[in-house]
């Protein structure tokens, strides 16, 4: 067992060393996201900081009053915003001019997460505003955001492979290594589902009395 994942590790690693200036691209994209999300909420207006406020804390008292919850609900709307989510990326990324959109999608989806956690530290406050993000972001973005991101770098390599080689085998051979990788990064983005479920939803149950 512990060679087996010594093994996925060195994978893991070499298939990033070896596309590192494509990471290093989709990465930048993300963190600029990340910082237009936390710019946009530091420069709302007094009337738009309200509603924010208001939808944050009905959010929170209504999830108080939930006496239980129902998993399987939760889990299957997750897994299924993930799946799409997942096909819009790998979609795009099979086709020439749909590698600007993987870029907008990653930049959009760095704007939600910086957006998310300025919102609840502007409004919960320092201390409660990074316990609520990181029992509710934290787990499940550790798988999210790698899948994502990778699958970017895949669309932005079949991307390039198309531009150098135009030869139709060797095309469709790089569509197919990118739906395969693609497929995988998924199956990764429907586990942060179940982490997000059944691990950080039943943690924040436990914690959102002290809010």
């Known amino acids: 067992m512990k060679e087996k994942s010594l093994k996925i590790k060195e994978i893991i690693i070499k298939h990033i060393l070896n596309n590192k200036k494509e990471y290093i691209?989709?990465?930048?994209l993300f963190i600029i996201g990340i910082f237009v999300g936390v710019f946009f909420v530091n420069n709302l207006d007094e009337n738009s900081r309200?509603?924010?406020q208001e939808y944050l804390n009905n959010f929170i008292e209504k999830f108080k009053q939930i006496e239980k919850l129902?998993?399987?609900s939760l889990l299957k709307t997750s897994i299924i915003q993930n799946i799409i989510f997942g096909v819009i990326l790998w979609f795009f990324g099979t086709t020439v001019i749909g590698i600007p959109i993987v870029f907008g999608i990653i930049i959009y989806?760095?704007?939600?997460?910086?957006?998310?956690i300025s919102v609840c530290v502007t409004i919960m406050g320092v201390s409660k505003g990074l316990i609520f993000t990181l029992v509710n972001l934290l787990l499940p973005s550790?798988?999210?955001i790698p899948a994502i991101l990778a699958i970017g770098v895949s669309g932005f390599k079949l991307y390039k492979s198309?531009?150098?080689d135009r030869a139709k085998e060797n095309i469709k051979l790089e569509i197919i290594r990118h739906t395969v990788f693609s497929v995988i990064m998924l199956l990764v983005m429907i586990l942060s589902s179940l982490v997000e479920v059944f691990i950080c939803?039943?943690?924040l149950k436990g914690i959102?009395?002290?809010f």
Not at 25 to 28: F, G, H, Y
Not at 109 to 116: A, K
């Open 208 to 210: 959102i009395k002290y």
């Open 109 to 116: 989806r760095g704007f939600c997460f910086g957006y998310t």
């Open 25 to 28: 691209i989709v990465t930048l």
């Open 142 to 144: 550790l798988l999210i």
């Open 50 to 52: 309200t509603g924010v």
């Open 201 to 203: 939803t039943n943690i």
């Open 162 to 164: 198309i531009v150098k």
């Open 70 to 72: 129902d998993n399987i």
